[in-house]
């Protein structure tokens, strides 16, 4: 998946999940163990992302047994 359709997916399941009256969701992002010397590329693009958004109030990284820091939980403004 490109950096671009990631956004774009993510963006289309925020807003999905506040229509729905969701307020709390996980993401999966990933650990960017195949991104090489590049790193966590997602990871990182995800992070930007949720922080640049409205509907975004907080996103933490999941529990270990949700994912651990390839996760986050993400909680959302009510609908």
Known sequence: MTVTEAKAQLRTF???SVYRGHTCVRVVHGKGLG???RGPVLKSK????????NEVLAFV??????GGTGAVYVLLEKN
């Open 14 to 16: 925020i807003d999905e």
């Open 35 to 37: 991104s090489g010397q």
């Open 46 to 53: 995800v992070n930007n992302w949720l922080r640049r958004w």
């Open 61 to 66: 990284s999941t529990r270990q047994v949700h």
